[in-house]
């Protein structure tokens, strides 16, 4: 150092922060614009697991992936998907390397919290009908009352069919909503915490008021489920084998003076989703295979056939293995992981739950979290320094935005994400994905340009 003037001492040795916008030029500011475009549409068409596969789909089938089946011959550059029942998604772009030199895995989950319907949800009192709701995922109940609902899912019916149902998403749809007290009556309520200001057995959402006409009981049940067979043919068995649920009905929109910022429902962790696929996307023959998974249940511990405990991730990765000779142990133990999932933003209006050294900005980029978990790490996988050297140095290497941040203060409270599953099966696996205002409010921020340098970081690492 003693060679350098001081100014330059202070340049070399601090690590300092800055501003993505003070970092990107005109021509990546004009790509983050295009980037955000397609992502809120993505976005407002995707407001369940089922429609955010879908959706990816539709897109993949676009650019040439076809359905993976057992035998087939897999060939550098070839592209293929799975789809897990219609909620979860894994695609891959074989490598010109052998998977015995492992694979570069991006995970996202594209399930989030919501109001699902019970399986009796249908009932009648004081001539107004309404659903019962079973909340899935961590949710602040009281964020869920006086916002227009609209109603997405299937039923199976009684023959063994299906229907797709969604209602209040098209322009002059009817929607649905909670009700609330109003101030003038909530002095008995306003004293409660916000925890039980709004109870689970009180999100019962409102659905019809005009009595059948007919003489007998309930009545006005007995008019929104002849609607419902209408439009449908569903009678009331059928709620019994539904999966029907109740999400925000906003649209996504920009948000600010300067549109930098994406208000809506679901960017955890849709927002990494479509990261994932649209760098996936881009892939053309990688040097190791690219594997890019849309997972299910990820709100509610990543349980059951379509969530990232299920055994549905190795059966895809052994059948890959298989076509290559390769022993799936031997790809696991040298694949690597980007566990893509949203962060916390800090946010100036509760400065007291961030420590300002270890946050995620908005508008500093993608936010890598070497460690998620709670009371002193329990239950996160915390990547390695070799790790997170990896990805730090496939990140400045590509000039993507970066920072590394963690969830809040030391016990401020905690989460998790798919890393641990992921982890867990012997392969090196870190989180990073966009840091996200109100995360699992009914409405969600987050910047563009975080967005944007997810795409632009999953991208470099399918490259790496
Ligand atoms: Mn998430
Ligand atoms: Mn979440």
Redesign the pocket.
Request: hydrophobic content about 25%.
């Given at each position: 150092m003693k060679d350098k003037k001081k100014e330059e001492i202070r340049d070399t040795l601090f690590y300092s922060r800055k501003n993505g916008y003070e970092l990107i030029d005109t021509a990546e500011r004009i790509s983050v614009e295009k980037y955000a475009a397609d992502y809120m549409e993505y976005l407002n068409n995707s407001r369940t697991e089922r429609e955010a596969v879908s959706n990816a789909v539709k897109e993949a089938e676009k650019r040439g992936f076809v359905e993976f089946q057992p035998g087939m011959k897999l060939q550098a550059g070839e592209k293929v998907y799975f789809n897990n029942r219609g909620k979860a998604l894994m695609l891959a772009v074989m490598g010109s390397e052998s998977l015995e030199e492992g694979a570069v895995i991006a995970g996202a989950h594209v399930d989030?919290?919501r109001l699902d319907l019970k399986q009796n949800p249908l009932y009648e009192t004081d001539e107004l009908a309404f659903f019962k709701t079973h909340y899935y995922?961590?949710i602040k109940k009281y964020q869920w009352v006086t916002i227009p609902l609209e109603l997405h899912g299937v039923v199976c019916l009684r023959d063994g069919s299906s229907v797709d149902v969604v209602i209040g998403r098209n322009p002059g749809e009817p929607r649905f909503v909670i009700t609330d007290l109003l101030p003038h009556l909530a002095a008995d309520q306003m004293k409660k915490t916000l925890a039980d200001g709004i109870t689970g057995e009180g999100l019962n959402i409102l659905i019809g008021s005009v009595p059948y006409d007919d003489e007998g009981k309930d009545k006005v049940k007995l008019a929104v489920l002849s609607l419902l067979n209408d439009s449908y043919g569903i009678i009331e068995e059928d709620f019994l084998s539904a999966e029907l649920t109740a999400v925000p009905a906003f649209d996504v929109c920009e948000i600010g003076l300067d549109r930098s910022l994406i208000g809506g429902y679901g960017h955890?962790?849709r927002v990494c989703a479509y990261a994932e696929l649209k760098a996936i996307f881009e892939v053309k023959t990688p040097r190791r295979t690219c594997i890019c998974i849309l997972a299910d249940k990820?709100?509610i511990g990543s349980m059951g056939v379509t969530g990232m405990k299920s055994r549905a991730f190795e059966t895809f990765m052994k059948d890959l293995c298989v076509a290559q000779n390769v022993e799936l142990r031997r790809c696991l133990e040298k694949s690597f992981c980007l566990s893509a999932d949203?962060c916390a933003a800090s946010d100036p209006n509760y400065p007291e739950v961030t420590e300002k050294l270890n946050d995620a900005r908005i508008n500093y980029g993608m936010g890598i979290c070497k460690y998620t978990g709670a009371r002193g790490k329990s239950g996160t996988s915390d990547a390695s320094a070799e790790v997170v050297g990896f990805v730090r140095k496939v990140m400045n290497e590509n000039h993507v935005i970066w920072q590394l941040a963690e969830l809040g203060k030391v016990d401020q409270g905690g989460?998790g994400t798919i890393a641990q599953y992921m982890a867990d099966r012997n392969i090196d696996t870190i989180d990073a994905g966009v840091p996200v205002l109100s995360?699992?409010a009914p409405f969600e921020v987050v910047s563009k340009l975080d967005c944007y340098m997810t795409y632009k970081g999953v991208l470099s690492l399918y490259n790496s």
């Open positions: 989030a919290p995922g961590g955890d962790d990820e709100e949203v989460g995360m699992h």
